[in-house]
């Protein structure tokens, strides 16, 4: 029986550059591990957007060339924007992860947003503020019905590209300008305090349709313990929900903040979570008891049936 040959795409033209390149590697180490099915091929694509292939520039399609399946480890605009994917798409390769439509949804914090209220997820109040529409009166406006400090995000990206805090008006004026250099538009945000954790899921594992993993969070000065049981759960649940409410398949990441009185808020939702030693998906699934390979190579059956 043949094995299965599968394109790591990595790097890419994006701030998320280095990320890309760690979880690129980290996949083909866990494929090169599986070496009676699967054939791992590094597709590595320079910050200029060359494609290249045994150190040989090509044509996505030369590159790709008789891949059975691609998997997406590119991170940041370029990998998570929808753009990676409609390429691979219109080349009629399967791949894994979410398709070009709903990884722009969840791509762009706006839209995100207001899926997440539409279907009663809890996320920070927000105002928007464009290039066309910056201007000394609309901060005022902004800074005057807002507690501070505020958070200042571009309104494309993920993980927290681009973020800055608040306290005073000359900060809310900088930090709008500043995320300006990501995107014609910015999200003022209320700043929440507390523990930040992350939930991934994951699509038709354990017998379940959505699978949600243990959460892995980050301490913070708020709060130096874990989530209580029952806040996992819940942001397992927003989790599944926030997945759902994206269109997103294969896997997501939610990022939430919890509050000291056990209050919990969505951030964003990634589908292109980081993966690798270091990530805290990896740390997700060995709380969860499940091999990374094993994970590895439940998504690539996944991509293959799509």
Partial sequence: MSRIKVAVLRGGPSSAYEESLKTGGYVLSLLQ???EEYEPVDIFISKEGDWHRAGLVGEPHEVLGRADVVWNALHGEYGESGEAQRLLESLHVPFTG?????????????????LYRQHGIPTPESALVSEEDFSEERLVAIFRTCFHPVVVKPAMGVRGVGVRLAHTFQE???AVKSAFAY??????EEYVGGTVASASV??????ERLYALVPAHLETHYRRVRPRPEENRRMEEYARKAHDALGLSHYSSSDFVITPKGKIYILET????LFHEDSLLHRSLEASGWKPKDYADHCLKLALER
Avoid at 99 to 113: G, T
Avoid at 183 to 188: D, E, F, N, R
Avoid at 202 to 207: L, N, P, V, W
């Fill in 33 to 35: 591990a599986m070496p």
């Fill in 98 to 114: 979410s398709a070009a439509m709903p990884s722009a949804f969840a791509h762009n914090k706006e839209l995100a947003k207001a």
């Fill in 172 to 174: 809310l004026k900088d």
């Fill in 183 to 188: 995107g014609p538009k910015a999200l003022v």
């Fill in 202 to 207: 994951i699509e038709r594992a354990k017998g």
């Fill in 270 to 273: 990634n589908s292109q979570p």
